[in-house]
């Protein structure tokens, strides 16, 4: 069973991510923004679970981490440096220093 849930903001995000965890993790993408129902969807099955997010260093990324830190007061927050900005493009060895601390990674 999976007790550890990753959310990011796309599919690219979820990609690259998948490639530094070296562990069994749900990462669920948010696509950006959340309505109020997708939100209820979305939020039910996991708050029971150890919850990690980790979105972009931008307006939209800081506009989804509020969002979320509302819904989930419980949840992780791991960050990104703005000067990578997207979690995508993040080099791999800063994405394994910021997760290792809470995933098991690949060295």
Excluded: W
């Amino acid at each position: 069973m999976i007790d550890k849930v990753l959310i990011v903001e796309g599919k690219n995000d979820r990609k690259r991510v998948k490639q530094v965890l070296d562990e069994a993790v749900e990462v669920i993408c948010t696509y950006g923004t959340l309505s109020d129902e997708k939100l209820e969807r979305f939020i039910f099955p996991i708050e029971d679970l150890d919850v990690y997010i980790l979105v972009d260093a931008d307006q939209s990324g800081e506009k989804l981490r509020k969002q979320l830190k509302r819904e989930l007061p419980n949840a992780t927050h791991i960050h990104t440096e703005k000067t990578y900005g997207q979690i995508e493009t993040t080099p791999f060895h800063y994405l394994t220093e910021i997760l290792e601390g809470h995933f098991n990674v690949k060295e």
